[in-house]
């Protein structure tokens, strides 16, 4: 344990950075509308509980979960707003439900009658949101089915019917034609559930895309994620200067060598050095979550300037080139992701590398790594 974390690989993740875009999000929405924040997947990696605790104070009115496991880490956290599970979940995972007073997503006539079950045998009501089906094509109801399933939600009654909600496939384009298809398709199978003079509970569909430019999607709730740990969803949308990246993923130089002309660099032997060259280790790798796809392509930053990964990232060890580097030493800080004076190292730039998504990498970073919260930046 103390070896862990003495471990010189660590991520710093920046408290005040994480209000501003919180406040950032509240300052685009009309006063009525309620932040439901998305801590899945442990905060998307950057810690749930912690970030959890934070936007509460903020004014979170609701966290989403991927999991009722996830649901119960906050519970045990001492967490008390309510709790949205954002996923279909199977009988095993009923009663984790119940113990943690747990909003549970309803997408199928199965789940809607073997919750009722469990909870009438508990004793107890289970609270839910029907999840609408409008284009995402994961989970959900069709719309054209969701007015009968609303009546047998309300009729069943060990539920408590309290949302209905449904999930933009593409708002991340700048072309919204099918994000306002989406939303079209909901409100009409919603309008058949009010013009019966049914009272609708609180409707929400908004993710973080469709918080940056979609107005007409701030309803009842939003559901933002990824923007309140300061990135982009996708990079064909503009970029929002008021966000700032909450994460850093840093570590430290461990050891320096120079190798003579023609030395071949890790597995593979995927790189060549021409002249004799400076090369430094870092004690990082692919368990870490710093992809392997980032092998011969990716940057670090040392001493604010960008050094270039040479052959094969490793599992836990990673080589780079300090040639251009005047002074770099053992023990020097290395950014990873982050900023290092002027010079920076975004989630984007890695994921665009590694052929994926920021969320991926954040994601992916190692649960095990030491983090640091900076309460003042
Ligand atoms: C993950 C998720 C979100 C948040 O998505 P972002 O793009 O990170 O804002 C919202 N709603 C549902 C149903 C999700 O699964």
Redesign the pocket.
């Known amino acids: 344990m103390e070896q862990e974390l003495e471990r010189p690989a660590w991520l710093e993740i920046k408290m005040k950075a994480l209000a501003k875009n919180y406040k950032f999000i509240r300052s685009k929405l009309n006063k009525k509308t309620k932040i439901a924040a ?1 801590v ?1 997947a442990d905060a ?1 990696g950057h810690g749930a509980v912690k970030i959890a605790k934070k936007l509460v104070c903020l004014g979170t009115e609701y966290l ?1 979960v ?1 999991s009722p496991e996830e649901g119960i880490e906050l519970r045990n956290a001492g967490l008390e707003v309510p709790i949205l599970v ?2 279909e979940v199977l009988p095993a995972q009923y009663q984790s439900i119940l113990a943690g007073d747990l909003i549970q997503t309803a997408a199928s006539r199965e789940t809607l009658f073997a919750l009722n079950k469990f909870a009438a045998k508990n004793n107890k009501k289970i609270k839910i949101h029907l999840k609408c089906d409008t284009g995402m094509g994961r989970i959900g109801f069709l719309p054209e089915e969701l007015f009968e399933v609303y009546k047998l939600a309300l009729s069943l009654d060990n539920l408590k019917l309290e949302g209905i ?1 449904s ?1 933009l496939a593409r708002a ?1 384009e700048t072309e919204k034609e099918f994000s306002n298809k989406q939303l079209a398709r909901f409100d009409c199978a919603l309008n058949k559930i009010k013009k019966s003079n049914f009272k609708l509970p609180l409707i929400h569909i908004a ?3 469709a ?1 940056i430019d979609l107005k007409a999607t701030y309803l009842d709730l939003v ?5 309140l740990y300061g990135l982009l ?1 996708s990079a064909e949308l503009k970029e929002e200067s008021f966000l700032e990246p909450i994460l850093e993923f840093k570590t430290k130089i461990v050891q320096l060598r120079e190798l003579p002309p023609a030395s071949t660099i890790s597995y593979g032997s995927t790189y060549k050095t021409e002249a004799s060259e400076k090369l430094a280790v870092l004690p990082i790798g692919y368990k870490d979550g710093y992809p392997r796809l980032l092998s011969n392509q990716g940057e670090v930053l040392i001493r604010g300037q960008r050094a270039p990964i040479r052959g094969k990232v490793c599992m836990g060890q990673t080589i780079v080139s300090v040639e251009e580097i005047e002074n770099a030493a053992i023990g020097d800080e290395v950014v990873l992701i982050g900023k290092q004076g002027t010079a920076e190292i975004t989630a984007a730039e890695i994921a665009k590398l590694a052929s994926t998504i920021s ?1 991926e990498i954040v994601c992916n970073l190692d649960r095990n790594l030491k983090k640091i919260y900076l309460e003042d930046q």
Do not use: E, Q, T, W
């Open positions: 998305v899945k998307y989403c991927g954002l996923a909600f999930h991340d993710n973080s895309a918080v559901r933002p994620g990824i923007i969803p969320y």
